[in-house]
């Protein structure tokens, strides 16, 4: 922890990260000129916000008020500690120059894009992901009461995740947190989602960067709508018989399908049977495996589709063996003898394109259809010299997204 005042300006920072004190706070944000600063891709802000890189890192400076930035630093630090999918809060300066009196400062987030660059690449086609990772993102806020006030495309970071995406909260200034949440709090905030959706949608067509066929209030209402069935799934009231207590186990397996895990379970028995409500509800159910049995840190889908691999790859021992292979020891084998050669593999410069579980799900992909089209299982090295000379080179580098130096900042 940096803590440094002296009396015009104060810098708190968290370990492991710069001082900070060769920027130029004596200046406005917005009026800096100074090597350490870069453009990066980025939602549209009401606030001016700048990037500036120390080696390979990036850090997001946003000016606001001191109470503002005081405020949404707690609630970053707070979310993190509960492991969602936030930004990386940094510190806080406050001096007199800035217009509002402070400077929240936060880590970028490797690997994330903004909504407009995966529409402008990938066209409407994505909107589907992006709906469902926005969806995930609120229920989970909501499973741990917190009110979001501030719901955009805008103000959310999406990475990729083995085919899907997930979404990561990077604006928190109007959030709160408390020991509960009530439908009506949780109804606004949905509400406030849905018009940020479609205004931010508007806006993009107004630019001419999404199809005029596409419609910004369809795609509003269908985040509403699945996220009140994904909500309805994860906290629904159901009554069993007595007899039927393997369909509470049932429900538990599907929850764990859906990537969630249940912790806790309110369960009455009543004249009617067992009334079975899940009361402690956490995403990350295929993640929190893989890290156990590999240490390994990923997304939830890139974690399932690894968790595959390990199963197909211990199916492989036990037939070439002859023997059965414990769980440990296949994944510690997979580990040692397939994900890490194939991440070592790969040329630096493609570990700027995707990261590395997400290069290894690419690879996968790659490995199949090459299989597929040539008939005989291709094997993993060989698939993977194949992808590394004619797939990877063709992506681009997305692990720190820069923008066209001409680009207006407050339109990206």
């Known amino acids: ?19 900070f004190l060769d920027l130029p706070w004596d200046q406005p944000l917005a009026q800096w000129s100074h090597p350490r600063l870069v453009k990066m891709a980025h939602g549209i802000s009401r606030h001016v916000v ?25 609630v970053l630090v707070e979310l993190r500690s509960e492991h969602l999918p936030t930004v990386e809060p940094v510190g806080v300066v406050t001096e007199s120059h800035a217009p509002g009196g402070a400077t929240l400062i936060t880590r970028y987030l490797d690997f994330s894009l ?17 709906i469902d990772a926005g969806v995930v993102l609120m229920v989970r806020l909501h499973l741990e009461h917190v009110y979001w006030g501030d719901c955009s495309l805008s103000n959310t970071l999406f990475r990729r995740d083995a085919g899907a995406l997930m979404a990561y909260l990077v604006d928190a200034e109007t959030s709160e947190r408390s020991t509960s949440m009530s439908d009506r709090m949780r109804e606004h905030d949905i509400d406030i989602a849905r018009e940020n959706i479609a205004g931010g949608l508007l806006n993009l067509q107004a630019d001419g960067r999404v199809d005029e066929d596409v419609d910004p209030f ?40 859906l990537g969630f895990d249940v912790e806790e379970l309110a369960i009455k028995a009543d004249g009617s049977g067992l009334r079975v409500r899940p009361i402690l509800v956490e995403e990350g159910h295929h993640s929190r495996e893989l890290r156990k049995r590999t240490g390994l840190e990923v997304q939830e889908n890139q ?110």
């Open 303 to 412: 974690a399932r589709r690894l968790l595959a691999d390990i199963a197909s790859y211990r199916a492989y021992l036990e037939t070439t063996t002859g023997r059965r292979t414990p769980a440990a020891v296949a994944a510690a084998r997979w580990l040692a003898e397939v994900y890490e050669p194939a991440i070592e593999a790969i040329p630096d410069d493609g570990l700027t394109r995707l990261e590395p579980a997400e290069v290894f799900h690419h690879l996968l992909e790659h490995r199949y259809y090459m299989s597929e089209r040539e008939g005989r299982g291709v094997p993993t090295p060989e698939a993977l010299q194949d992808y590394v000379k004619t797939v990877l080179p063709a992506r681009p580098a997305e692990r720190q997204l820069q923008i066209d130096p001409t680009a207006d900042p407050d339109r990206v």
């Open 1 to 19: 922890m940096t803590d440094l005042d002296d009396g015009s300006l104060s810098i708190i920072t968290r370990g492991g990260h710069p001082d």
């Open 50 to 74: 700048r990037f500036v890189r120390y080696d390979d890192r990036v850090y997001a400076l946003k000016e606001t008020g001191e109470v503002a930035a005081r405020a949404e630093y707690d």
């Open 218 to 257: 369809a795609i509003a209402d269908e985040f509403a709508a699945r996220y009140e069935g994904l909500w309805d799934e994860l906290t629904r009231l159901e009554t069993y018989q007595p007899t039927e207590r393997w369909r509470i186990d049932q429900r538990i397996r599907h929850l764990n399908e």
């Open 114 to 130: 903004p909504y407009w660059y995966l529409l402008g690449r990938e066209g409407p086609a994505l909107a589907d992901k992006l």
